[in-house]
C-alpha cells in the first residue's frame, strides 16, 4: 500500500543553523502540506501546496521557513535558523485531490530537537 | 474558519467494551468532510473514519462508527469491542470538499485498560 514517508526521524541541531526537513508523498498526490507538533500541543498547520506553489500559509510560517519540490517527488521544509521553540514533530500530509478523494495520509514525522 | 472541541480531555475504557468519543466543530462550508484520526504513541496520524457531510447515512468502518448531527454541527466516534491497540490519542478535523488544510483540536487521549 502506498504510503508517505519522512526522513530523518530524528534531527538534533544547534539553535540558529539550517535543517531541511524530507518528505516523499504518495506518488500520484497533488496537494502536500506541513504539520507541526509541539510535544503535548495540537497539531498546527504550516503550509499548504499544490501546483509547485504555496497556496496557503499560516502566522506561524514566517520567512524562516521555505518548502519546494525539487524534484517531482520531494517535498521539502526548510527552517534557515532554527530556534529553541522549533523544536516538535513535523508531519508531511499529501491527498489525491480529485474524485473527492480528500483525506490526507501522513507521515511517520520527523521529530526536530533543537539545542 | 474551521473550529474543533473536543471536550473529553481524557478517556478510559476496558478492553472489549464500548466507548464513545464526542466532537463538535464550526465551519462556514456547506458541503465538507469530516475525519477521525488516531495518533497512537508512535505519533503517526492514521485515519480511522471519514464521513461527508452530504450524506445523512452515518459512515461505518468495522468496530468504527459515527454518529453525524449536521444541525447540531456534532460529529461522535463509537468504538465497538475496544482493543489494546486502538489506545491512542483521537482527533477529529473537518475538512472543505475543496481539500483545504485540516484544523485540529486538542484531541482526546484514550486509554484501553487490558
Known amino acids: 500500500e502506498p504510503e508517505v514517508t519522512q526522513t530523518p526521524s530524528h534531527q538534533v541541531t544547534q539553535m540558529g543553523q539550517e535543517v531541511i526537513l524530507r518528505c516523499v508523498p504518495i506518488?500520484?498526490?497533488?496537494?502536500f502540506y506541513w504539520y507541526r507538533q509541539i510535544l503535548g500541543q495540537k497539531v498546527e498547520f504550516l503550509v499548504s501546496?499544490?501546483?509547485?506553489?504555496?497556496?496557503?500559509k499560516s502566522e506561524i510560517f514566517d520567512d524562516q521557513f521555505s518548502v519546494e519540490r525539487p524534484d517531482g517527488s520531494n517535498f521539502t521544509l526548510k527552517i534557515r535558523s532554527t530556534k529553541l521553540e522549533d523544536s516538535a514533530m513535523y508531519f508531511c500530509?499529501?491527498?489525491?485531490?480529485?474524485?473527492?478523494?480528500?483525506?490526507?495520509?501522513f507521515g511517520p514525522g520527523t521529530r526536530l530537537t533543537v539545542l | 474558519a474551521q473550529t474543533v472541541t473536543q471536550s473529553q480531555p481524557e478517556m478510559s475504557v476496558q478492553e472489549a467494551e464500548t466507548v464513545t468519543l464526542s466532537c463538535t466543530y464550526d465551519?462556514?462550508?456547506?458541503?465538507?468532510?469530516l475525519f477521525w484520526y488516531k495518533q497512537p504513541p508512535s505519533r503517526q496520524m492514521i485515519l480511522v473514519i471519514r464521513?461527508?457531510?452530504?450524506?445523512?447515512q452515518n459512515a461505518t468502518e468495522n468496530r468504527f462508527s459515527v454518529n453525524f448531527q449536521k444541525a447540531a454541527k456534532s460529529f461522535s466516534l463509537k468504538i465497538s469491542d475496544s482493543q489494546l491497540g486502538d489506545t491512542a490519542m483521537y482527533f477529529c478535523?473537518?475538512?472543505?470538499?475543496?481539500?483545504?488544510?485540516?484544523?485540529f483540536g486538542t484531541g482526546t487521549r484514550l486509554a484501553v485498560r487490558p
Open positions: 500530509a499529501s491527498h489525491h485531490g480529485r474524485d473527492r478523494n480528500i483525506e490526507q495520509f
Open positions: 506518488s500520484n498526490h497533488l496537494y
Open positions: 501546496f499544490y501546483n509547485n506553489e504555496i497556496s496557503e
Open positions: 465551519t462556514s462550508e456547506n458541503n465538507y468532510y
Open positions: 464521513q461527508e457531510a452530504y450524506k445523512q
Open positions: 478535523p473537518p475538512a472543505p470538499l475543496s481539500g483545504d488544510k485540516l484544523t
